[in-house]
Each structure stands twice: as structure tokens, then as C-alpha cells.
């Protein structure tokens, strides 16, 4: 957008969107759950038992916490590599 042409930047820039759309995705969870729709990667859900059902309902059990922190040790992670 400013015209900088380089890799690195380009590298840094990626990351910083990955970890911006993850954040704005578990921001955004429970308004989709009021609307019955469910956003997150179901792998991570089925690792830690957590159905998508246990999002519209609201539970706050420890699974459904540790699948928020995975999720967000993922946006983490980009910030990590970007600095």
C-alpha cells in the first residue's frame, strides 16, 4: 500500500493478518452463536470434546475455555514471528 517492495515486509504483513483474522474471529464468536453459526476450526473442537452446540448454548466448561486459548495461542504465535 505504500509502496514498499520487500519480502520481509511482505512476510511481516502476512503474519499480521493471520493474526488479526483470528482475533476478529473469536471476538466475533458470540455474536454468530446468538445467530446458531459457528466459526472455529472444528478440529481443535473435537480435540478438546467441545461440539459446536456447547458454543450456541453458551457453556463455559474448561474445554470450551481451552479451545478459545488454542485458538488464540495461534494469533499469538503470527505476532511471535512478525517480531
Known sequence: ????RD???DHAASHIG???GIATCLRATPYHC???KVF???DICMLHGVS???????RQEKNVRDVIYDIASQAHIHLEHVR
Do not use: C, N, W
Open 1 to 4: 500500500i505504500l509502496g514498499v
Open 7 to 9: 519480502i520481509h515486509a
Open 18 to 20: 493471520k493474526a488479526q
Open 34 to 36: 446468538t445467530r446458531r
Open 40 to 42: 472455529l476450526p472444528m
Open 52 to 58: 459446536q452446540e456447547d458454543f450456541i448454548r453458551g
